[in-house]
Nanobody, 122 residues
Framework: QVQVVESGGGLVQAGGSLRLSCAAS????????MGWYRQAPGKQRELVAT?????????ADSVKGRFTISRDNAKNTVSVYLQMPSLKPEDTAVYYC??????????????WGQGTQVTVSS
């Protein structure tokens, strides 16, 4: 079992910045990848950025070059951060932290945080 808790959302004007934080605890040795997803009203949840246990990052085209994901491994927790400068109104969404764990060679299981609202006003 892995517990995932996010923080850091809020209301900001266009061009402003926010930093999202996520902490995963529990069976952290099973975590293969962590990342951020977002879901805007009326839209499907989409990938924002991910980082593997080896440090490989992946970004959605809409945030590439603008957002930065980073990861910090401690003894009992794995933390992931999303630095979001130059925010745009279209970045408005509920942001979810994800921890993808490896069950066996062929199977994974996803744990999700409760979500944090990011609202960018124009």
């Amino acid at each position: 079992q892995v517990q995932v808790v996010e923080s850091g959302g809020g209301l900001v004007q266009a061009g402003g910045s926010l930093r999202l934080s996520c902490a995963a605890s529990g069976s952290i040795w099973t975590i293969a990848r962590m990342g951020w997803y977002r879901q805007a009203p009326g839209k499907q949840r989409e990938l924002v950025a991910t980082v593997t246990s080896g440090g490989t990052t992946n970004y959605a085209d809409s945030v590439k070059g603008r957002f930065t994901i980073s990861r910090d491994n401690a003894k009992n927790t794995v933390s992931v951060y999303l630095q979001m400068p130059s925010l745009k109104p279209e970045d408005t969404a509920v942001y979810y932290c994800n921890a993808q764990t490896r069950i066996n060679f062929a199977s994974t299981y996803d744990y999700w945080g409760q979500g944090t609202q990011v609202t960018v006003s124009s």
